[in-house]
């Protein structure tokens, strides 16, 4: 019988200490296999069917989110989904964002220059909701420090004003269990902690549509795909495969499957993982004198102050990131207590 243990071990093998997850995560060997066979197939002039692999990964993802898959669109890229939630907001509407949450989720906004953006600390976003507010916008995890929003607070405050919510969860899934069905409009792309291949990425819209235009509609658009080839699209998709970007399939052929182990694995039991990992690793770094950023409850940990010291760990062969000065280490499903050990074995040196 497999345990997360073993399923991991089959699938994973990093040749050095991979700690970067949150910059982009490992891919399975069923992931690797999936696309060496697609690819191999399309040069043969046998492509496979990668389109099953879109509605595959769709569903999937649909499952992990806790939504139906006909609120699920799929595509590339949380800037352009952004962008299309930006799009969609009459002049003069006032969104509410995090200080410093990544640049996909928020300059969107930004460039609309007939919008009013209020941009506040992440610790007080509930509370900077307002009468008028039109949309909050939020990362769920911090990209930069893994702090974690108050999703709930939000939700609540964006619902007693009538506002809508936006939540990148690209920090967030594959690792913390996001109840997508709670908010208006949940993106996320898939190569950090879902551990696909770049070039995959989802949005969840709710069940109106959100007042969204397609504005990039395609002929992936329509309801009918292959009848929508020519000329306009004479239906769109009665779901949120309207808001589908054509899809980069060969990332979509891996992507099925890294997801798929992921519903094997469970994400209570890839959280409780990653989590205890984070906290040795904090326990560690109490006993060297470090503090990391608060962020409970997070297998993000971020070092302020100690960015400089990432070229020295690559050295070493620990994979960590800078990120605005920050040493930034992230600990998912292929880590072990082994790792834990080197990052702060080479910290203290």
Known sequence: METFETLVRAEFAP??????????????????EAMRTAVESAAAGQPTDMFADVEAARASFARLTGVPVRRVAAGASVAVYTGLIAASLPQGAEVVTAEADFSSVVN???????????????????????????LVAVSAAQSADGRIADLPAIRAAASAHGARTYVDASQATG????????????????????????????????????????????????????????????????????????????????????????????????RAHDLALADRFRAGLRELDVAPVPAPGSPIVSMPGLGLRQPELSRAGVEVSDRAGNLRVAFHLYNTPADVDRVLDVLSG
């Open 15 to 32: 040749k050095n200490t991979y700690l970067n997850t949150a910059s982009t995560g490992l891919m399975p060997a069923r992931t690797v």
């Open 108 to 134: 969107p906004f930004h460039m609309r220059r007939d919008l009013t953006v209020r941009t506040v600390p992440l610790e007080r976003i509930a509370e900077s909701v307002r009468p008028g507010t039109a």
């Open 175 to 270: 690792w913390l269990p996001i109840d997508a069905d709670a908010y208006d409009f949940v993106a996320a792309v898939a190569f950090k902690w879902l551990v696909c291949p770049r070039g995959v990425a989802f949005l969840v819209v709710p069940e109106d549509l959100g007042g969204l235009t397609p504005l990039f509609a395609g002929w992936v658009a329509g309801e009918e795909p292959w009848d929508s080839c020519y000329g306009p699209v004479a239906e769109l998709a009665r779901s949120a495969r309207r808001f589908d970007e054509s899809p980069a399939l060969f990332s979509y052929a891996g992507a099925r499957h890294s997801l798929a182990l992921l519903e094997e694995l469970g994400l209570e039991h890839v």
